[in-house]
């Protein structure tokens, strides 16, 4: 291995060293506070190297890279989730000073498995080869079990555990699913696989060619479902959001999903991306779309607690993802919009899905109840707060003017395009039943009367990283322009 | 211009927003907000081009969002048709500024949210393309959600919802719509789309991905819930009710108006051949609306549900107006439509104004309940003089602006559709009904003893029923200022998509 390779390794190798850097300060350093700072700065340094990669990509004239014994390919693609990524963990961070009093003496140590986390999703995203992917994904997903379990109250270790057991179990699945890919195809490189199977003959009457494939490709989906929370496989979602330190949750809501999604993408569009394979698990993801949406809207609307419910709003958005995943499938070679409206959504999804989480970690501070009804009144309580998750709860919806409209209308647009209008009608009937339960949180902030008047305190770094989040989500909806040109660039490598 | 009047509500709002806290000052605020928008659409009003016609006063910022693929302009402008429906938001908005004075909770976000509710309907009237359309017609639900939710009385909150989810629904089915046509033509461009700019044809089933029928269709529930057509009109009675005044003013003034506006600019415009096609269906469909509004207004007891639903019946006239392209080509004329369009203006400030009178009766004597009212006239004779100048507004009286467009609208829809146009106007007699009815029992008979203290309305109280009052009149008594821009609008549509001579 080249030094030049170790370049293209390099956001990754920094931010797991970052991580290393934490919990050595964590000895040296009595004011623990100064680890967040020294995460934030730190984090500046594996944002230079992925601008410098973006560079070095944007001189090359297949707009790719591959190194590192050809298991990394480096893309607009993965460059772009190494900054969706490294952006998410850098607010979460700072987000979770206001959490500090619960995290106790262990600060270092909670920093520094988010950022092995983080590193282990930059790889996700970047893997060409079936088993660099699988050691990605544990990478990214032990550090996040000991995370969910970090309280050490009785909730947030069932959380940890339950994670642990299905995560191991989701793992076990995608292993096996990859090894049955690998006895159809003979290779573990994705480009291999894919250019075995487009020439493989289809004519055996089996679905996707032959019976052993299919297993390995249903294997596979059901262990991406995991990651992604997508219904059959959600059901490990709610607790483990619950229980969570809510940061943790925040940071499994956004990051976790983005990178599951950045695999999927990268594996199905590589590996399994010849046209015929395409229409079957394009079908495929179709139904679990539209099974997901329904799922996660329908018991969202029942949830009492706010994390509860945004853990069945997270499976009600795989489910829209998933949309624009299943109109990848029907694409032509050349037409990126389906996979550059799920980059673009997740974006939006990210900003979102953060402010929410911000807000409800100060505010739970102040008042210990997650109760959706105990938020009342925050609206005068806690303006600025109140206004973030009012903008947040819309921006799910998907009402204009915010992110999450613009990222509604571009994916929806995806399956319109390609002959899936049935699905995108299911997916803006399930927008207007996620009305109620986000407006229920909108109604108990503005509508409700509150039984206090004392103001909400919240941290400085909070307080920015929600500026940062809440005001990216209306930037979003208002000019869009330059994200979504980026996302369909980086589309367009998979798709080319 | 367009942009001005369209955002300086909205600037009004984000200034009150931030920098002030006086509640005596946020009203001044709003107010002059709302009379500078007032102007400014007046001045809009009095440099269109009539001899022109057509669009004008078009602001385009071709880059909004310039992405492959996916080409959003910003494109404001109007028409013949729109043109008037930006003034009644104006004239409504500054009204409804008004209306609210009284208002003692939560002053500042009140004003901020009607200011913010202006901005989103005068944009869904001046946008030129798909998904700003789709974005103003959105940015509408929220404002108005809180509105009946927090100042709101009756069941607010369960009316609030319902609202939220009926509108929410049709714009859902809508934006697939959107997005399908988009798909099928590669262009937002309403202006072309809707035949304002030569560009695109009238689409039917051959341009289109999906049956024109049932593109039409996604459309079409959206503009039904808005405008309300019967039966997905179940949620109006309720919001209207249950709103805060300066709400149901603008609910009935402007908000359902956005679905007449649609339905004329969006569904005639865009689909002219499927238009044509089901305009039977969309006549029946407004003698329903018609009569059984009408019908159900005669059982109301409470005054607010009672204007409430009268507003059903009136929009029937909407619905009926715009079924007269169903004519065959040579009987086409501009007149069902102009008569529609309107219909929409008039019936804005006739409403506005009976419900600016409502909140002003409820306001003094405490009810709604028209069997507890009672010889109000010789108590609060401004008040009393004023409603009952409005109700006979309302049931069309010669000389006030809502005989105008009635005769129209069955002028211009009787040569095609004779026998239901006929039946409709059978709604005029139980209007007629209803509303004496109601102005006998609310203002006339013997005082009752314990209205004797009642006083009359303020000074600021009588500002909004003045204004409205005199809009009224001018259009009664001088039609042509308006319905030559209506007419003019409704000739220029159907000569670009129905081969009208115009």
Redesign the interface.
């Known amino acids: 291995m080249s030094p030049s390779e170790l370049f293209l390794l390099s956001p990754e190798i920094s931010v797991a060293l970052l991580g290393g850097v934490i919990l050595l300060l964590d000895l040296a350093v009595k004011r623990k506070g100064y680890l967040a700072a020294a995460a934030l700065v730190g984090l500046l340094v594996p944002a230079g190297f992925s601008v410098g990669l973006l560079i070095r990509v944007g001189s090359e004239s297949t707009g790719q890279l591959t190194g590192v014994f050809d298991t990394l390919f480096i893309d607009r693609f993965a460059i772009y989730f190494k900054f969706l990524i490294l952006a998410a963990t850098a607010l979460v961070i700072a987000a979770s000073v206001d959490y500090r009093a619960r995290l106790g003496r262990f600060q270092g140590e909670y920093y520094g498995l988010i950022l092995f986390s983080a590193s282990g999703m930059m790889l996700l995203a970047a893997g060409a080869e079936l088993i660099t992917l699988f050691v990605a994904l544990e990478l990214a997903t032990l550090p996040l079990v000991a995370l969910a379990a970090f309280l050490r109250d009785a909730r947030s270790t069932e959380s940890g555990l339950k994670f642990l057991v299905l995560s191991a179990v989701s793992s076990a699945l995608l292993l096996y699913g990859m090894a049955f890919t690998f006895g159809v195809a003979g290779s573990t490189w994705l480009r291999d696989i894919g250019q075995v199977l487009s020439g493989a003959s289809q004519e055996t009457g089996a679905p996707f060619g032959s019976y052993a494939l299919m297993l390995g490709i249903a294997l596979m989906v059901a262990g991406f479902g995991f990651k992604i929370a997508s219904v059959p496989f959600q059901m490990w979602v709610p607790d483990v959001y619950e229980g969570s330190p809510t940061p943790v949750t925040a940071y499994l809501s956004v990051a976790s999903k983005a990178a599951g999604f950045a695999v999927l993408l990268r594996v199905f569009y590589v590996a399994l991306g010849s046209a015929d394979l395409r229409v079957e698990w394009g079908t495929l993801f179709a139904v679990l779309s539209v099974l997901s949406m329904s799922v996660g809207n329908l018991v969202a609307i029942a949830q009492s607690n706010i994390k509860r419910m945004l853990a069945y709003s997270t499976v009600a958005h795989a489910g829209y993802l998933l949309v624009g995943v299943a109109a990848v499938a029907r694409a032509g070679p050349s037409d990126s ?1 389906g996979p550059s409206g799920v980059l673009f959504y997740l974006a939006t999804y990210t900003l979102t899905n953060l402010t929410a989480f911000f807000v409800i970690i100060a505010i739970v501070n102040k008042t210990g109840s997650e109760v959706i009804e105990d938020f009342a009144g925050m ?1 005068r309580r806690a303006p600025w707060l109140a206004l973030a998750l009012a903008i947040s709860m ?1 921006s799910l ?1 998907g ?3 915010t992110g999450g ?2 990222g509604k ?2 994916i ?2 995806a399956a ?2 390609h ?1 899936l ?1 049935w699905l ?2 299911a997916g ?2 399930n ?2 039943v996620s ?2 339960y986000y ?1 229920r949180v ?2 108990a902030l ?2 409700l009367p509150s039984a206090s008047q004392e103001r909400v305190p919240s941290s400085l770094p909070l307080r920015w990283a929600l500026g940062i989040t809440a005001i990216g989500t209306v930037f979003l909806g208002l ?3 330059h994200l ?2 980026f996302a ?1 660039e980086a589309a367009r490598i998979l798709t080319s | 211009m367009l942009s001005a009047i369209v955002f300086l509500p909205l600037a009004g709002a984000l200034l009150t927003a931030v920098f002030v806290r006086n509640p005596r000052l946020v009203r001044l605020t709003a107010a002059i907000f709302a009379v500078v928008t007032f102007g400014l659409s007046l001045v809009a009003f009095a440099s269109y081009d009539l001899n022109k016609g057509g669009l004008q006063l078009e602001d385009i910022y071709a ?8 080409p959003v302009r910003y494109h404001l402008g109007v028409d013949g048709l729109s043109l008037p429906l930006v003034l009644l938001t104006a004239l409504l908005g500054l009204c409804s500024v008004f209306v609210s004075w009284g208002i003692q909770t939560r002053v500042k ?1 009140h004003y901020v949210w009607l200011l913010v509710l202006q901005t989103a309907v005068t944009g869904v009237f001046t946008s030129l393309d798909l ?1 700003m359309f ?2 103003f017609w ?2 509408e ?2 404002p108005m ?2 509105l009946i ?2 100042w709101g009385g009756g069941r607010r ?1 369960y009316s609030a ?1 319902k609202f ?2 009926f509108t ?2 049709g714009s ?2 809508m ?2 719509g959107i ?2 046509v ?2 099928s033509v590669g262009t937002f461009s309403l202006a072309e789309l809707a035949g304002l700019k030569p560009g695109v044809e009238g689409l039917d089933s051959s341009q289109l ?2 049956s024109a029928r049932f593109v039409f269709l996604l459309f079409f529930i959206a503009f039904a819930i808005k405008l309300p057509v019967w039966p997905v009109h179940t949620w109006l009675p309720d919001a209207h009710t249950d709103a805060p005044t300066a709400g149901s003013v603008m609910l009935a003034g402007v908000l359902i108006k956005m679905g007449g506006y649609g339905l004329i600019r969006i569904s005639l415009g865009m689909f002219p051949q499927v238009a044509r096609d089901l305009a039977l269906f969309l006549a029946i469909l407004a003698v329903i609306n018609i009569l059984y509004g009408a019908l159900v207004t005669l059982r109301q007891t409470d005054l607010k549900r009672l204007i409430a639903y009268s507003s059903i019946s009136h929009m029937g006239y909407v619905l009926l107006g715009v079924s007269s392209v169903g004519a065959a080509g040579g009987a086409l004329s501009p007149l069902g439509v102009a008569g529609a369009a309107t219909q929409m203006f008039t019936h804005g400030t006739i409403t506005g104004l009976l419900f600016t009178m409502v909140g002003l009766v409820y306001d003094k004597t405490h009810t709604r309940h028209i069997p507890d009212l009672g010889g109000l006239a010789s108590r609060v004779p401004f008040t009393a003089s004023i409603f009952v100048i409005a109700g006979l507004a309302a049931l069309g009286l010669p000389s006030l602006s809502g005989f105008v467009s009635e005769v129209m609208v069955f002028l211009g829809t009787f040569p095609v559709w004779g026998v239901i146009t006929a039946l409709g106007a059978l709604g005029i007699v139980v209007t007629a009904g209803y509303i004496l009815w109601m102005l006998l029992r609310v203002f006339f008979g013997p005082a009752q003893e314990r209205f004797v203290h009642l006083e009359d309305a303020s000074l600021v109280e009588r500002v909004a029923p003045v204004l409205l009052l005199i809009s009224i009149v001018a259009v009664g008594l001088y039609p042509r200022f308006l319905t030559d821009l209506f007419t003019s609008g409704a000739a220029g549509l159907l000569a670009s998509r129905f081969g009208g001579s115009g």
């Open positions: 919009l609206g819309v919806i009402v204009p003017p409209f613009i209308v571009y929806f647009s319109v395009r002959d209008a995108a009608l803006v009937i927008s207007v009305v109620y407006m909108v109604r503005y509508v000019l869009p322009t979504l040109r369909q | 880059n909004w969002i310039p992405v492959e693929g996916f976000e998904v789709f974005l959105e940015m639900l929220i959600y809180l939710a927090i909150e919802m939220l989810i929410i629904t859902a089915f934006l697939v997005l399908v988009f798909f991905l999906l």
